[in-house]
């Protein structure tokens, strides 16, 4: 009988040899395989737009029982080109630019990681909240100015004593349960909505829970999203909810930026609903050319309304360069324990959101 063969292939191309993944894919005691692991180059680090699947050679895609990816979106049409296909993981948490639906109907397992860039993605939210709130950004823009600002505080919604304001959380999972912790560490009052967490979890660590997302919202002087993107949180946060906010709040979004309006947003900052916005996500990304949003505009344009107001950050609120390492590592891990060892490590179901 001969001895199993693994194709694995990881599709983006990030990293610059592959060291790590046969070490972690090599067989254990009393396992007898032979693994190919193949990266591929559809979407390197640094490139601005990726490559289609087709763009593999054939030979390669025929040969392919598990797929690694980070960046590339997989559509059912592109299902269609990998024949072998048993398992595909999302190198982070979000799964939703997989197509679960037809996945599922061809019997490939789902699987992502969910425990990587926890504390980086936490220390962004709070970085980006801590940096509006106590006007740091609009005294950098204002001090380099032609001529600069005088030297003195500036009269500003944005600068509040954080001790006697509270910080609402949408999501707490596990990065917003860092978040939490962090926020709770500064002296913030500390708010979240959930309604798939278990009873408790607010006694668990000491904040203070809301059944009702409008009260969340109506609560918040500074609110962080860290839900995910799924049927339920796509586009679920507009002016409806934003205009909820006390007026002065700051808003952080380091989750996905499909969960959010950017209408809504730039209507409560001219409104003066919203005094600052920290934003590591958008709806579309990169950001197209050919169709950027006039909030991204007015940004870029550095227009006086802004001024110190709004910050973006490139969906970069997980890197560190051990964080970069961890994915690698816990992608090849989980890969290994479900489609070598046969485990059930992180698989994401149909029925899950």
Known sequence: MSKPTYTILQADG???????EQDIFKPS??????????????????TPTSQPWSALDKNIRDQVDGIMVLKMPFTEADLEMFPKLKVILRMGVGYDRLDRVALANRGVTVCNVPD???CEVADHALALALSLRRGILLHHETQRATPPAAWMYIDTPLVQRIQTNTFGILGLGRIGTAAALRAKAFGWHVLFYDPYQPMGIDKA??????????????????????????RETRNMVGYDLLSLLPRGAVF???????????DGVERCLKEGIISGAGLDVLPEEPIPEDNVHPLLQAYRRKED???GRMVLTCHTAFYSPEGFVDI?????????DVLIDGLRTNVITPEME
């Open 14 to 20: 990030l990293y610059p040899d592959d060291v790590v």
């Open 116 to 118: 990587y860039g926890t």
């Open 29 to 46: 005691e009393g396992q007898d395989y032979t693994i190919k692991y193949i990266s591929g180059d559809l979407w390197p680090t640094g």
């Open 328 to 336: 690698r590592v816990k992608s090849a891990q989980t890969m290994r």
């Open 305 to 307: 309304w802004l001024k």
């Open 252 to 262: 952080v979004n380091t989750g996905r930026g499909e969960i959010v309006d950017l």
């Open 205 to 230: 660590i000491g904040i203070e829970r809301t059944r009702d997302i409008k009260e969340l919202f109506r609560r918040s002087t500074t609110l962080s999203i860290h839900c995910p993107c799924t």
